[in-house]
């Protein structure tokens, strides 16, 4: 089992920034390492997208169209935490931005797959202004 807090989502006006913050607490003796993260989000009346993934080490990545180039993720596994540093936000990525994590064997690979995520978090809210 592993639990998972997400913050730092807030309202900004279009144009700034924001850096997500994921924090792990696992349970049944396993290592942060083990799982592969992912950040979701889900605006009113959407169903929850994928924003950005990353494999086990942080060496894979990857991206929705919408945001690349705008998003990074990153992982700090002697933190067990997995942040998204955010440029440039824009109205449209006003959601509730939710962390998941899927125990899987280390590999170079994403979980691109939102049903293989087996924990999320309860979701932080960010509202981006026109």
């Known amino acids: 089992q592993v639990q998972l807090v997400e913050s730092g989502g807030k309202l900004v006006e279009a144009g700034g920034s924001l850096r997500l913050r994921c924090v792990a607490s696992?349970?049944?003796?396993?290592?942060?390492?083990?799982?592969?993260m992912g950040w979701f989000r889900q605006a009113p009346g959407k169903e929850r997208e994928l924003v950005a993934v990353?494999?086990?080490?942080?060496?894979?990545?990857y991206y929705a169209d919408s945001v690349k180039g705008r998003f990074t993720i990153s992982r700090d596994n002697a933190k067990n935490t997995v942040y998204m540093q955010m440029f440039n936000l824009k109205p449209e990525d006003t959601a509730v931005y939710y962390c998941?994590?899927?125990?899987?064997?280390?590999?170079?690979?994403?979980?691109?797959?939102?049903?293989?995520?087996?924990?999320w978090g309860q979701g932080t809210q960010v509202t981006v202004s026109s």
């Open positions: 998941a994590a899927d125990l899987t064997t280390r590999s170079s690979k994403v979980v691109t797959d939102i049903y293989e995520y087996d924990y």
């Open positions: 696992e349970t049944s003796g396993r290592t942060f390492s083990e799982y592969a």
């Open positions: 990353i494999n086990w080490s942080g060496g894979t990545t």
